[in-house]
C-alpha cells in the first residue's frame, strides 16, 4: 500500500470505535429492539464487529453456523472472541450441513458457488427468525470493501439490519482490529468467505487487499485516473480497471430492487425523487 494511501486510511481509532458503539446502541434503541445478533466466523470482520456490538449492548446474541469447509481453526479463533466478549452463555453452535446438502439436492447441483451462496443465504434466514424471535435487529459484518467490490452474496451475508463498520475498508478494519485488542493470528489471517474449501478473498478477486483498497480510495475518494492510480500502486492497468469494473457492475447488490414504475422517472424508484413532485 504506498504511504500515502496507509496515512489517508489511518484513523483515530479509538473515536472511530466510540461513534460506531454508539451508532449501534442508538440504532437498536430507535428500532425498539432489544438487542442485536451476529453470526460469527472467525473472520476479522465478525470478530471486530461481535467486539463492538458486545460493548454497545449487553443484549447480544451470536450464532455459529459452520459447515464442512469451515476451517476447524475459524471455529476455534471465533470461540476465542466469545471468551474476549464473556458471550459463554449468548451464543449457539449450528451445524448447517444438513440444510445445505438438502437444498443443493432439491436444485441438483454440485457448483460450487451455487452451493456457497446457499450456505450465506440460510445463514441469514437463521440469524431473521432468531432475530425475530428475540426482538433483536441482524448485526452485519460488511466491510466498505467487500461492499463496494460487491463481493458478497446478495441477500445471504448482504441481507442484515444494519452495516457497522461497513465505511472502513478491511485495511481499516484490520487497523481497528489491532486497536480493539483481536488476536493478531484474527487480524493477520487472509480473508475467506469459506464457502468452498481452500477459498481465499485474495485468490478469487486476484490482487491483495492493500491494493484493493488502495485503488478504491484513490478511485472513488480522490477521483483519480486508472493510469496514475496503476503507477502508484504498482499494479497493472488492466487490474485497476478490473477493480473499477467490480464496482460498477455490482450496483444491484447495494441499491434496493428497482421497480418499473408506471409514471416518472425509475431512478432507483426513489418515491422522493424531486422531479416526481415538481
Ligand atoms: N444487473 C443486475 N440487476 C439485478 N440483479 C442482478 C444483476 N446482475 C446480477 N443480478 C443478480 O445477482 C445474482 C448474483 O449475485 P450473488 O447471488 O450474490 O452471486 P455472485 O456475486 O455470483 O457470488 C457471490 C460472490 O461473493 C463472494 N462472497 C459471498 C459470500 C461471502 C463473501 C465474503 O466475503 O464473506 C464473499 C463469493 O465468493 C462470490 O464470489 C444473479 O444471480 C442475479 O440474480
Ligand atoms: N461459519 C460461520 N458462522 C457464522 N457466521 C458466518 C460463518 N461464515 C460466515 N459467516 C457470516 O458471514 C459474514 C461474511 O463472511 P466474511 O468472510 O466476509 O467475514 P469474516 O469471516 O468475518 O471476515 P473475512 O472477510 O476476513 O473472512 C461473516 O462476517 C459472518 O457474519
Ligand atoms: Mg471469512
Given at each position: 500500500m504506498p504511504e500515502y494511501v496507509r496515512k489517508k486510511l489511518t484513523l483515530d481509532f479509538g473515536q472511530v470505535t466510540d461513534y460506531i458503539v454508539r451508532r449501534i446502541r442508538e440504532y437498536i434503541e430507535e428500532s425498539k429492539k432489544e438487542g442485536g445478533i451476529i453470526g460469527l466466523s472467525g473472520g476479522i470482520d465478525s470478530s471486530v464487529t461481535t467486539i463492538l456490538l458486545s460493548r454497545a449492548t449487553n443484549n447480544f446474541y451470536i450464532l455459529l453456523m459452520p459447515t464442512s469447509?469451515?476451517?476447524?481453526k475459524d471455529i476455534e479463533d471465533a470461540m476465542k472472541i466469545i471468551k474476549i466478549v464473556n458471550g459463554e452463555n449468548k451464543y449457539s453452535y449450528i451445524n448447517i450441513d444438513e440444510i445445505i446438502n438438502e437444498f443443493s439436492s432439491i436444485v441438483n447441483t454440485s457448483d460450487k458457488i451455487v452451493i456457497g451462496n446457499i450456505k450465506a443465504r440460510v445463514r441469514m434466514t437463521l440469524l431473521y427468525a432468531f432475530a425475530q424471535k428475540m426482538n433483536y435487529l441482524v448485526i452485519g459484518t460488511g466491510d466498505k470493501s467487500e461492499i463496494m467490490l460487491g463481493y458478497f452474496t446478495k441477500y445471504g451475508?448482504?441481507?442484515?439490519?444494519?452495516?457497522?463498520?461497513?465505511?472502513?475498508?478491511k485495511t481499516q478494519v484490520r487497523m481497528l482490529g489491532n486497536y480493539l485488542g483481536v488476536p493478531e493470528e484474527i487480524v493477520k489471517k487472509p480473508p475467506s468467505p469459506a464457502l468452498w474449501e481452500g477459498q481465499t478473498a485474495e485468490g478469487e478477486i486476484g490482487l491483495d487487499y492493500e491494493t484493493i483498497d488502495s485503488i478504491l480510495y484513490l478511485k472513488f475518494e480522490e477521483m483519480r485516473e486508472p493510469e496514475e492510480i496503476a503507477e502508484m500502486t504498482k499494479t497493472s492497468y488492466d487490474k485497476v480497471i478490473k477493480i473499477i469494473n467490480m464496482v460498477k457492475t455490482s450496483q444491484h447488490k447495494r441499491l434496493p430492487p428497482e421497480i418499473f414504475r408506471l409514471s416518472g422517472r425509475a431512478i432507483n424508484s426513489d418515491w422522493r425523487y424531486p422531479r416526481q413532485w415538481g
Open positions: 469447509s469451515t476451517p476447524q451475508d448482504g441481507g442484515v439490519d444494519v452495516l457497522p463498520i461497513g465505511d472502513l475498508y
